[in-house]
C-alpha cells in the first residue's frame, strides 16, 4: 500500500503520469485540477490567486478524508495535487508518516521551454484526462516562479524523473 506524491511544474506531465501510474498500480488517483474546476470554474476566481490557494487548500483537506478511505481499504493513493509548496508536500508528508506509511515522492523535471510546447499542445488538444482549463502565456509566467523545487531532504523517498522521457 503506497501513498505517492507527484510533484513538478506546470505541464511537466504531472496528471499524465499519475493516470498511468494509478493504473500500473491499480491505485486510487486524487488529480487536484479535476477537483478545482468542478467545484469553483463557475466562480471566476481567475485573477485571485490566494482565493484560488485557499480552496486548493479545502480541497486538499477533502481529498485527504477520502483518501484515508481507500487506504483503510488497501488500496494506493496516488496525489497528483499540484503541491506547489514545500509546505503543502511537508503537510501530506506528515500525514502519510502519521499512519507509518513513508510516502513517495515522485518529481517531473521537464525545461520551460518543454513546458511550454505542452501548454500549447494541451490547450490545443483539449483532452479531458489532462485539460480542465486554457493557460495562457500570462498565466505560465505567472506561476513559473510560484514552484518551490523540492530538495533531497523533504522526503525519504524521493524519485527525481526526467519527464522528457517517461
Ligand atoms: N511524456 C510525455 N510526452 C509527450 N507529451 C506529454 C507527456 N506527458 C504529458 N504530455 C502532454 O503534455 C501536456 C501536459 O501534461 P499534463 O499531464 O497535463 O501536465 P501537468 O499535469 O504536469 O500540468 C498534455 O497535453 C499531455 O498530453
Ligand atoms: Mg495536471
Redesign the pocket.
Given at each position: 500500500m503506497k501513498i505517492i506524491l507527484i510533484t513538478?511544474p506546470?505541464?511537466?506531465?504531472?496528471?499524465?503520469?499519475a493516470i498511468r501510474l494509478a493504473s500500473e498500480l491499480s491505485a486510487i488517483r486524487f488529480s487536484i485540477d479535476a477537483w478545482m474546476t468542478t467545484l469553483f470554474s463557475e466562480d471566476n476566481l481567475e485573477n485571485d490567486f490566494l482565493a484560488i490557494m485557499a480552496r486548493v487548500d479545502r480541497c486538499h483537506n477533502q481529498i485527504w478524508s477520502v483518501a484515508l478511505q481507500a487506504l483503510d481499504k488497501n488500496l494506493s493513493v496516488i496525489l497528483?495535487l499540484g503541491f506547489t509548496t514545500v509546505e503543502q508536500r511537508s503537510k501530506f508528508i506528515n500525514l502519510a508518516l502519521s499512519l507509518g506509511i513513508t510516502p513517495e515522492l515522485h518529481y517531473?523535471q521537464l525545461s520551460p521551454k518543454a513546458r511550454w510546447q505542452?501548454?500549447v499542445?494541451?490547450n490545443n488538444?483539449k483532452?479531458p484526462d489532462?485539460f480542465f482549463f486554457e493557460i495562457s502565456q500570462e498565466m505560465f509566467d505567472f506561476m513559473e516562479p510560484k514552484f518551490e523545487p523540492p530538495i533531497l531532504t523533504e522526503c525519504d523517498n524521493f524519485k527525481i524523473i526526467d519527464?522528457s522521457s517517461?
Amino acid at each position: 500500500m503506497k501513498i505517492i506524491l507527484i510533484t513538478g511544474p506546470i505541464a511537466a506531465g504531472k496528471t499524465t503520469y499519475a493516470i498511468r501510474l494509478a493504473s500500473e498500480l491499480s491505485a486510487i488517483r486524487f488529480s487536484i485540477d479535476a477537483w478545482m474546476t468542478t467545484l469553483f470554474s463557475e466562480d471566476n476566481l481567475e485573477n485571485d490567486f490566494l482565493a484560488i490557494m485557499a480552496r486548493v487548500d479545502r480541497c486538499h483537506n477533502q481529498i485527504w478524508s477520502v483518501a484515508l478511505q481507500a487506504l483503510d481499504k488497501n488500496l494506493s493513493v496516488i496525489l497528483d495535487l499540484g503541491f506547489t509548496t514545500v509546505e503543502q508536500r511537508s503537510k501530506f508528508i506528515n500525514l502519510a508518516l502519521s499512519l507509518g506509511i513513508t510516502p513517495e515522492l515522485h518529481y517531473l523535471q521537464l525545461s520551460p521551454k518543454a513546458r511550454w510546447q505542452r501548454v500549447v499542445q494541451r490547450n490545443n488538444d483539449k483532452h479531458p484526462d489532462v485539460f480542465f482549463f486554457e493557460i495562457s502565456q500570462e498565466m505560465f509566467d505567472f506561476m513559473e516562479p510560484k514552484f518551490e523545487p523540492p530538495i533531497l531532504t523533504e522526503c525519504d523517498n524521493f524519485k527525481i524523473i526526467d519527464a522528457s522521457s517517461c
